[in-house]
């Protein structure tokens, strides 16, 4: 339930329009859609080779968006671009989406028409393009095609891994660090791409082995796009992936952190095995009845999964309100494009809805009783989304518990992996196991 500190907003507006400054794909240096990196970008030695291993980047970002719609999605070349910028922009993302064996885009020379998700895809790449017109991508050869996806293949979160949940599902995982380093599972809100939760793999790969994986029946299976069939999504499955992603690496027993709605799939997973040593848990949103409250957002978002979860059609009509232009207007563009997934077409909704719904909807005051496992939990005051006292809560009925309650940070600030944060986590492993360093 990341989606923003405000929520979808599926009341505003009655109709499409077009962007603000000039295009979706606006090279403007400030402001909503600025077209600056969102990432490090690398050493610049010539004006045509940052573009393309960063557009490689970007669009392995936008993966998981681009195998789970349904439709091809259409995106614009960056305002003020050369005339002739469509063709080039077009062999260049042809090129990469090839060579990274993922479902490739329309470009089209304007944004006029364009929904909600294909203007956030147009928006994230123009951040890759930074200030470089799309011109500069002419030079896209098959050589340096290759050495730009060897690049960002070799960057956590790298390339999916095909697991199988305990249950047969199939299920995309991934692992940045070393094999013999302690390991940590990192549990991501219901329905969002692994790119959200990059920040910690990156952050924490270079002294644990980081392994996390994307929701059930969310994602394509790897076997071509497309959604796999979702088997089973009551919180016993849901949180048994937990345990199937360790089996699928190989790995015996982890620290277990969870985010948002992750933090109550950490939880139950916690109370399943002893395979997980630890736990931290980050801006959780847990259902806790009368003894804590909730916030407007977790209200309105409950109300929404119940909908969408009733059939597809019920899902297909607050689609169609998710299709405008002005759901983007709550949502931070740097993420936009991650936080849309499970509202990108009328089967994830129903789906999100089925996934996300057990989870907020589930009392965790029985499983509290059962986790005996050390405990960080970690909130702020400042967090509209997930109420914080549904932290402290938590953190009172956990036998083993210690709350950090941050002075500063909304809900997204925990998916941002800070060097604050980093410290947080590895001063309570090191106090909990010893160490975060792998052993040699």
């Given at each position: 339930?990341?989606?923003?500190?405000?929520?979808?907003?599926?009341?505003?507006?009655?109709?499409?329009?077009?962007?603000?400054?000039?295009?979706?794909?606006?090279?403007?240096?400030?402001?909503?859609?600025s077209a600056q990196s969102s990432g490090p970008r690398s050493a610049q030695s010539s004006a045509d080779a940052v573009p393309l291993q960063e557009l490689a980047a970007?669009?392995?970002?936008?993966?998981?968006?681009?195998?789970?719609?349904?439709?091809?999605?259409?995106?614009?070349?960056?305002?003020?671009?050369?005339?002739?910028?469509?063709?080039?922009?077009?062999?260049?993302?042809?090129?990469?989406?090839?060579?990274?064996?993922?479902?490739?885009?329309?470009?089209?020379?304007?944004?006029?028409?364009?929904?909600?998700?294909?203007?956030?895809?147009?928006?994230?790449?123009?951040?890759?393009?930074?200030?470089?017109?799309?011109?500069?991508?002419?030079?896209?050869?098959?050589?340096?095609?290759?050495?730009?996806?060897?690049?960002?293949?070799?960057?956590?979160?790298?390339?999916?891994?095909?697991?199988?949940?305990?249950?047969?599902?199939?299920?995309?995982?991934?692992?940045?660090?070393?094999?013999?380093?302690?390991?940590?599972v990192v549990v991501m809100a219901c329905g969002m791409p692994v790119g959200l939760a990059a920040p910690w793999l990156r952050a924490l790969s270079g002294t644990c082995?980081?392994?996390?994986?994307?929701?059930?029946?969310?994602?394509?299976?790897?076997?071509?796009?497309?959604?796999?069939?979702?088997?089973?999504?009551?919180?016993?499955?849901?949180?048994?992936?937990?345990?199937?992603?360790?089996?699928?690496?190989?790995?015996?027993?982890?620290?277990?952190?969870?985010?948002?709605?992750?933090?109550?799939?950490?939880?139950?997973?916690?109370?399943?095995?002893?395979?997980?040593?630890?736990?931290?848990?980050?801006?959780?949103?847990?259902?806790?009845?009368?003894?804590?409250?909730?916030?407007?957002?977790?209200?309105?978002?409950?109300?929404?999964?119940?909908?969408?979860?009733?059939?597809?059609?019920?899902?297909?009509?607050?689609?169609?309100?998710?299709?405008?232009?002005?759901?983007?207007?709550?949502?931070?563009?740097?993420?936009?494009?991650?936080?849309?997934?499970?509202?990108?077409?009328?089967?994830?909704?129903?789906?999100?809805?089925?996934?996300?719904?057990?989870?907020?909807?589930?009392?965790?005051?029985?499983?509290?009783?059962?986790?005996?496992?050390?405990?960080?939990?970690?909130?702020s005051e400042q967090d509209t989304t997930a109420h914080p006292e549904g932290s402290v809560q938590v953190a009172e009925r956990l036998p083993c518990a210690t709350l950090?309650?941050?002075?500063?940070?909304?809900?997204?600030?925990?998916?941002?992996?800070?060097?604050?944060?980093?410290?947080?986590?590895?001063?309570?492993?090191?106090?909990?196991?010893?160490?975060?360093?792998?052993?040699?």
């Open positions: 339930m990341p989606d923003t500190e405000a929520g979808p907003r599926l009341s505003q507006g009655n109709g499409p329009r077009s962007a603000p400054g000039n295009g979706p794909l606006s090279a403007q240096s400030s402001g909503p859609l970007a669009l392995l970002d936008l993966e998981p968006l681009l195998s789970a719609v349904p439709e091809r999605l259409r995106v614009t070349p960056p305002a003020g671009s050369d005339p002739g910028s469509v063709r080039v922009l077009q062999a260049a993302l042809d090129a990469l989406a090839a060579r990274l064996d993922m479902p490739g885009v329309t470009v089209v020379p304007s944004g006029d028409g364009l929904w909600s998700v294909e203007l956030a895809v147009s928006r994230r790449l123009a951040r890759a393009l930074g200030t470089a017109p799309a011109e500069a991508v002419i030079h896209a050869d098959a050589s340096a095609v290759d050495r730009a996806v060897r690049a960002v293949h070799a960057a956590p979160p790298g390339r999916p891994v095909p697991l199988r949940a305990h249950d047969g599902t199939p299920l995309r995982g991934y692992r940045a660090g070393a094999a013999d380093a302690p390991a940590v082995q980081v392994v996390t994986w994307e929701s059930r029946g969310m994602f394509a299976a790897g076997d071509g796009p497309g959604l796999p069939a979702l088997t089973g999504h009551d919180l016993a499955a849901q949180a048994a992936d937990v345990l199937a992603v360790l089996d699928g690496f190989g790995i015996g027993e982890a620290h277990v952190m969870g985010l948002c709605g992750g933090a109550a799939l950490a939880l139950a997973a916690a109370a399943a095995s002893p395979r997980v040593t630890s736990l931290s848990l980050w801006h959780g949103d847990y259902e806790l009845g009368e003894d804590a409250p909730k916030t407007p957002h977790q209200r309105d978002v409950e109300g929404l999964l119940a909908m969408a979860s009733r059939s597809p059609r019920h899902a297909e009509g607050l689609h169609r309100m998710m299709r405008r232009p002005q759901a983007l207007d709550a949502l931070r563009p740097e993420v936009a494009h991650h936080l849309l997934h499970p509202y990108a077409s009328p089967e994830l909704m129903h789906r999100y809805g089925l996934l996300n719904g057990v989870i907020m909807s589930t009392d965790y005051r029985p499983l509290l009783r059962e986790v005996r496992q050390p405990t960080l939990v970690v909130s950090r309650m941050m002075p500063h940070g909304d809900h997204l600030s925990a998916f941002g992996a800070d060097p604050g944060l980093v410290g947080l986590l590895s001063d309570f492993m090191r106090d909990i196991h010893g160490t975060t360093e792998r052993d040699t």
